[in-house]
């Protein structure tokens, strides 16, 4: 029975949960199509009691004016003013709608999903789940990892007693570490093969769907293949998993023989609390090592004279991090956030610069007024460490949604595409040769910024030496001197605004031999390709039966209005149709998209309706509806 406006639908709120819109939900309110809880619907007897009372305005009292222009035939008699309303997780969810790239958050709305472009998420377990390749499956694997990482490639080569970081191992012999998210395939047949040291194993399933069928499975010393046909152009859903037994550590997944670029895999994080967080082992962005999702205490920690754990960072005194993702502001308005750093730090609200100083310290800074609207917003924040202590918050200042450190839900690691990055290091490069950066670099990208660096080994007696780094004819010269051994750390702009290219090479002469032992490249970019948010979205209801107790027909639609959480540069619009039966929906014409207020005068009155809503993105920048209002008459 659908929710009209003289029906009071009650709701037991036990534990609570973030509502985006300041409220709090029950903790059985899903944000996901998956988690939208079958049996969180609307009273079931809602609308037929007969002591129900009737909305004062709604024209069904006592009191109600038969209109004046009801016919005298067989279906004459007075009209009735109802509404239809979704504004819950319950409402939209109910009855099995179908989603495309949208999703029903826990606060009552839906919304496009979000992701993190370029990468699959993981979870890690310290126990060997699987001793067989070729006969395991995803059943073996945990439903929700104890925690999230982010896997930046999917190959792994690892010596005995190593592991992976960022997703909570922490011994080097039985582990089990798996992947999963979406990866983009063409249409057509594709050849596919694994390695792995010890099991491993490989599922896909087809757009949209959650139907996986296990394409690879091999052990160590085996090569499995297989060729896979994909119907469509799309994100087809992957899942992997490597078991290991100690020993050496080998995964190669190969897609029609080449590498599979991260540029092909993304993670859906609308559900995921937190900020993705990326650790380099040296200062100022040098020598990336892991990258995890940091829920509790994301942007607000003080290591004292330590290291981040699980980014695989070796040294207390010399490495950087980067926090990326998006924070949901819930009031509008006029905020600044504060920066705590010991000791540099870069800060970009929305693909923006605002504040930034990479020298050695302690600081605590707070910014220029910030106008941030409802909803989400990327942040980046960088900390790099020189010496002594480490530190590394990032709060609200002041603002309408009060000050204080950012609560984990109002934390996503979708990161936006104004301030992305791809890091190479390179070992073994003597004198008078070049230190070769090969990037996994995504189409349509342009340099914003460069980090880059070397360890410097040359005799006792030092060395006149000069180094170069190239790029697309570009070349910047980064040091030419007498020096001893040690390491250096550069940020040259001579790049700044170039196409983003593959191959980058770092150039060393001395007169008096050496080598670099490691050289590190980081790059950073923007690709307006890689926004969280897909730039189509639609959303359709199930088909709702319009009349209640005691109404014997649909007399006439008045207008369907829209609440939107509205962000820039994308818009909202629905479409409606009827049938005289739920199955014949399906074959009845869409309206056209329809404003919120639009007439519903065209639309054929029949008992049951269903509406569509669909959504249109800059792919950085997410609305959502809140709430769809049906107006209508009844007989």
């Not at 996994?440 to 360890?455: E, F, K, M, R």
């Amino acid at each position: 029975m659908n929710r009209v406006v003289f029906v009071l639908a009650a709701a037991s709120l036990g534990a609570c949960a973030f509502d985006p819109r300041g409220q709090s939900v029950s903790p059985d309110a899903s944000d996901d199509q998956d988690a939208a809880d079958p049996d969180a619907t609307t009273d079931p007897d809602a609308g037929t009691d007969p002591d129900a009372t009737p909305d004062p305005d709604a024209g069904a009292g006592p009191d109600a004016t038969p209109d004046p222009d009801a016919g005298t035939g067989p279906d004459a008699g007075p009209l009735t003013g109802r509404m239809m309303i979704d504004d819950t997780a319950a409402d939209f969810g109910r009855d099995g709608p179908t989603y495309v790239e949208t999703r029903v958050e826990a606060a009552g709305a839906v919304a496009p999903r979000a992701y993190y472009q370029g990468s699959l998420c993981a979870g890690g377990s310290n126990s060997r789940l699987f001793d067989d390749g070729t006969t395991a499956t995803w059943a073996v694997i945990p439903a929700t990892p104890s925690k999230y990482g982010l896997s930046r490639t999917v190959d792994l080569n690892l010596p005995s007693g190593g592991f992976p970081a960022g997703v909570g191992i922490t011994d080097g012999g039985d582990w089990t570490l798996w992947w999963f998210g979406e990866l983009y395939l063409t249409a057509g047949a594709h050849n596919l093969d694994l390695t792995a040291d010890d099991h491993a194993f490989l599922e896909l399933a087809p757009p949209g769907s959650d139907s996986f069928t296990t394409v690879l499975g091999t052990n160590v010393g085996t090569v499995d293949t297989a060729t896979y046909n994909a119907p469509t152009t799309g994100w087809y859903g992957v899942r992997m998993a490597l078991a290991q037994r100690g020993g050496g550590v080998d995964l190669y997944p190969r897609l029609d023989g080449v590498t599979i670029s991260r540029w092909l895999t993304r993670c859906r994080v609308d559900a995921i609390s937190g900020l993705a967080l990326t650790g380099w082992d040296e200062a100022r962005w040098n020598d990336v090592r892991g990258t995890t999702i940091a829920s509790a205490d994301a942007a607000n920690v003080d290591w004292g004279f330590n290291r981040p754990g699980d980014l695989g960072i070796t040294a207390n005194d010399t490495f950087a991090v980067r926090w990326a993702g998006q924070f949901f502001i819930a009031t509008g308005g006029t905020y600044r956030l504060q920066v705590e750093s010991d000791d540099g730090y870069r800060l970009w609200i929305d693909g923006q610069a605002i504040i930034s100083n990479l020298g050695d310290g302690i600081f605590d800074v707070t910014t220029g007024d910030l106008t941030l609207a409802t909803g989400w917003h990327d942040v980046v924040y960088d900390t790099t460490e020189s010496a002594l202590g480490a530190k590394s918050r990032l709060s609200i200042a002041s603002g309408p949604d009060g000050a204080g450190p950012f609560p984990a839900a109002r934390l996503r690691p979708a990161e936006g595409r104004a301030e992305r990055f791809e890091s190479a290091t390179v070992g073994g490069t003597n004198a008078g040769g070049t230190a070769v950066f090969t990037l996994d670099t995504p189409n349509g990208a342009v340099v914003t910024g460069v980090d880059t660096g070397y360890l410097i080994d040359v005799p006792g007696g030092g060395a006149n030496i000069t180094t170069t780094l190239r790029s697309m004819g570009d070349n910047t010269q980064l040091e030419s001197r007498f020096r001893f051994d040690g390491v250096e750390r550069f940020a040259p702009t001579a790049f700044t605004g170039d196409a983003l290219t593959a191959t980058w090479g770092l150039s060393f002469m001395s007169n008096n031999g050496g080598s670099l032992p490691e050289s590190w490249l980081t790059v950073r970019f923007r690709d307006d390709d890689l926004g969280p948010t897909p730039t189509t979205a639609t959303f359709v209801s199930s088909v709702r039966d319009l009349l209640t107790t005691g109404d014997t027909a649909v007399a006439a639609l008045t207008a369907i209005q829209f609440t939107v959480r509205a962000a820039a540069g994308a818009n909202v619009m629905i479409a409606v149709r009827t049938c005289d039966t739920p199955s014949g929906c399906d074959a009845a014409p869409w309206s056209g998209e329809l404003a919120s207020g639009a007439s519903l005068a065209a639309v054929p009155a029949r008992r049951y309706l269903q509406y569509r809503l669909t959504f249109n993105t800059d792919g950085d920048h997410e609305p959502a509806v809140e709430r769809v209002q049906l107006d209508y008459q009844t007989r």
